[in-house]
């Protein structure tokens, strides 16, 4: 069992917008702004789509947001393309594991 | 262009020692902020954090590993070392390395390799 909870699955329309939770505690998620998503494809190299809750780094479309309130952080997809079909992992700096990631979440585009 | 690239045995025995390799470039290890992770994901499981060196040879391992693995790095020939003893069936993993990001304290990845598929068997 990760140390982070994420849903197991999520899904959206094309050009809808879906938000997936990341949920820690007051050692990690709630304590620091060190949270950042990556986005799996089969056989490809993840990749980072959100750094330190809500930074973006350069190349990645302002369609990708993140955000935090207490212990939960939040990956927001707005206008869903098909290729945004993939998994989805939340990672945390963490006082006692150093960084946790979530169990992941597999993103469906209807 | 930073890339990353693991390579290592596909297949290990039991109670054997694992060595993996990261060789990268369009990046130095000697470079004030620059830092390396190993990272694996089980099959059908998530991602997990193993270790990190920093270009200060600062080093930062998993609680739950720690004892088993231990890494270091090679400047000049731009690689990062992982090794983990004692493997078992359970250490059967993809094991990616990954750039540390800028931003201290540097706990996320900005660039990954494709990963190398290691079974314990």
């Known amino acids: 069992q990760s140390a982070l909870t994420q849903p197991p699955s999520a899904s959206g329309s094309l050009g809808q917008s879906v938000t997936i939770s990341c949920s820690g505690s007051s050692s990690d998620v709630g304590d620091y702004n060190f949270v950042s998503w990556y986005q799996l494809h089969p056989g490809q190299a993840p990749k980072l789509l959100i750094f330190d809750v809500n930074k973006r780094p350069s190349g990645v479309p302002d369609r990708f947001s993140g955000s935090k309130s207490g212990n939960t952080a939040s990956l927001t997809v707005s206008g869903l393309q098909a290729e945004d079909e993939a998994d989805y992992y939340c990672s945390s700096y963490s006082r006692s594991d150093v960084v946790l990631f979530g169990g992941g979440t597999k993103l469906a585009v209807l | 262009q930073v890339t990353l690239k693991e390579s290592g045995p596909a297949l290990v025995k039991p109670t054997q020692t694992l060595t993996l390799t990261c060789t990268f470039s369009g990046f130095s290890l000697d470079t004030s902020g620059i830092r390396v992770n190993w990272i694996r994901q089980s099959p059908g499981k998530a991602l997990e954090w193993l270790a990190r060196i920093d270009w200060d040879n600062s080093k930062w391992y998993s609680t739950s590993l720690k004892t088993r693995l231990t890494i270091s790095k090679d400047t000049s020939r731009r690689q990062v070392v992982l090794i983990l003893t004692n493997v078992d069936p359970v250490d059967t993993a993809t094991y990616f390395c990954?750039?540390?990001?800028?931003?201290?304290?540097?706990?996320?990845?900005?660039?990954w390799g494709q990963g190398a598929l290691v079974t314990v068997s």
């Open positions: 990954a750039r540390g990001g800028a931003n201290y304290p540097g706990f996320y990845f900005d660039y």
